[in-house]
T-cell receptor, first 111, second 113 residues
Framework: KQEVTQIPAALSVPEGENLVLNCSFTDSAIYNLQWFRQDPGKGLTSLLLIQSSQREQTSGRLNASLDKSSGRSTLYIAASQPGDSATYLCAALFSARQLTFGSGTQLTVLP | DGGITQSPKYLFRKEGQNVTLSCEQNLNHDAMYWYRQDPGQGLRLIYYSQIVNDFQKGDIAEGYSVSREKKESFPLTVTSAQKNPTAFYLC????????????FGPGTRLTVT
């Protein structure tokens, strides 16, 4: 079964810290992986999309990496700010052609 | 201002009633999707449509129905056959069917009592 796992479920860090969010997946035959941000009670905002042929993508303070052989993706957030507090979800596109979502990591950046 | 709109934001219904959730996009995207999110969980796919007048079941289609008569619109009906309908429902779209970035609407929170 193709699964996506995000650990930990919750994370608190002080403002200014660099941090890494983890996403693991069970099938190396992945087409792409997408990272989203979700604020409480809101929809998802797409942050980064990494195709299977890519190793990483960057947008501002965010950097996402993809390692198919180990079944891992990471989202690196530099110089975290209280406004970064949200739930971060990763989703993988496998051969079934449907996105499979992790359950998310709830990030709190403390001022 | 391009985007995806979902209405209403909050919806309350009595058990046994069908209810239809609206999803409209003006991004000129071919593909549209409906997901369900339960507390502390990831999203699960209900239905998706790659093109007008065509749609496929996702992982949890039982108790739901959809239509795709226009490119811009993909309404979801939650029927009385859905055993546990209270959830947060999210609509998304992408420019193509497979491998493209998905963009999400703001969601509709449905409460059935």
């Amino acid at each position: 079964k193709q699964e996506v796992t995000q650990i930990p479920a919750a994370l608190s860090v002080p403002e200014g810290e660099n941090l890494v969010l983890n996403c693991s997946f069970t099938d190396s035959a992945i087409y792409n992986l997408q990272w989203f941000r979700q604020d409480p009670g809101k929809g998802l905002t797409s942050l980064l999309l990494i195709q299977s042929s890519q190793r990483e993508q960057t947008s501002g303070r965010l950097n996402a990496s993809l390692d198919k052989s180990s079944g891992r993706s990471t989202l690196y957030i530099a110089a975290s700010q209280p406004g970064d507090s949200a739930t971060y979800l990763c989703a993988a596109l496998f051969s079934a052609r449907q996105l499979t979502f992790g359950s998310g990591t709830q990030l709190t950046v403390l001022p | 201002d391009g985007g995806i709109t979902q209405s209403p934001k909050y919806l309350f219904r009595k058990e046994g009633q069908n209810v239809t959730l609206s999803c409209e996009q003006n991004l000129n995207h071919d593909a549209m999707y409906w997901y369900r999110q339960d507390p502390g969980q990831g999203l699960r796919l209900i239905y998706y449509s790659q093109i007008v007048n065509d749609f496929q079941k996702g992982d949890i289609a039982e108790g739901y129905s959809v239509s795709r008569e226009k490119k811009e619109s993909f309404p979801l009906t939650v029927t009385s056959a859905q055993k546990n309908p209270t959830a947060f429902y999210l609509c998304a779209s992408s420019i193509g069917a497979v491998g493209y970035e998905q963009y999400f609407g703001p969601g509709t929170r449905l409460t059935v009592t």
